[in-house]
């Protein structure tokens, strides 16, 4: 039986090949409530490479997929995701009858079939040993190496490192830092994660020569999709993966003509 790929080996080949990893951010919101199974399950079955999750911990420490710090703008109900227990979170209708998933059943759903991208919800409120149960959790589940653990709190990076070095980690950000590749040096992080906008090919190459990988959010329109064409960043995460998914798997074939 033919091991299935890890993370790594997708970002490496990928890279070899001339290809753009492209990632489900929140799975496929454009279409489905975000950060739910129904979302993830078709940005899957859209042929997305990676698919994007967002963490927090519910008041009694289970690891809960939601975007925001309040369940209010993508459930029916409101108040702040730590003060609510799984079983209250879980009785909120996240869209169409869905319910906030665990980040167990987002594991599953998306094991063997794309990467795992877990976003740690550490600002502007911080949850104490979020990393710890994160890391835990991959490892129970077998997933090191099928996953990515991402944070626009870079200590947060430089944890999950100092806890799991089989784990990939990565940095978010919005502009256009000085030395990109200290930032990434400095965490430990494996992946640097601006917005597209915050990026430009010298930061690219400055981030692959201290042996890291470029993954931007949030490719959506025609704008980012040309400056992915000039750019191109590792992997690009996308709300709209059945329009995007096509035309940035044509940005390879553009290249070899």
């Known amino acids: 039986m033919t091991p299935r790929p890890t993370l790594a080996d997708r970002y490496r080949d990928a890279r070899e090949s001339g290809r753009i990893l492209v990632g489900g951010h929140r799975g496929n919101p ?13 940005a899957i079955e859209l042929g997305v490479d990676l698919v994007e999750c967002d963490v927090h911990l519910s008041a009694d420490g289970d690891l809960i997929v939601i975007h925001d710090h309040t369940v209010d703008r993508t459930t029916d109900g409101s108040g702040m ?20 998933p665990l980040l167990d059943e987002v594991a599953e759903l998306v094991r063997g079939r794309a990467g795992l991208v877990v976003e740690l919800k550490q600002a502007p409120l911080p949850y104490p040993g979020l990393e710890e149960a994160v890391v835990d959790r991959l490892r129970r589940l077998e997933m090191l190496d099928d996953a990515c653990v991402i944070s626009f709190f870079h200590p947060s990076a430089k944890r999950v490192k100092e806890l799991e070095p089989r784990l ?13 590749a200290a930032l990434l040096l400095q965490s430990g992080a494996d992946v640097y994660s601006p917005h597209w906008s915050g990026a430009d090919a010298d930061l690219v190459a400055q981030v692959h020569g201290a042996g890291g990988y470029v993954g931007v959010w949030t490719v959506d329109d025609e704008v980012a999709l040309g400056w992915t064409a000039m750019v191109r960043p590792d992997s690009v995460f996308t709300n709209k993966p059945r329009q995007m998914l096509p035309l940035i798997t044509g940005l390879q074939q553009a290249q070899t003509r």
């Open 30 to 42: 454009d279409e489905h409530p975000e950060n739910t199974l129904r979302s993830y399950e078709s």
């Open 81 to 100: 995701v730590r003060s609510l227990s799984t079983a209250e979170l879980r009785a909120l209708d996240a869209g169409e009858g869905e319910k906030l």
């Open 168 to 180: 990939q980690a990565g940095v978010l950000e919005v502009g256009r830092p000085v030395d990109p």
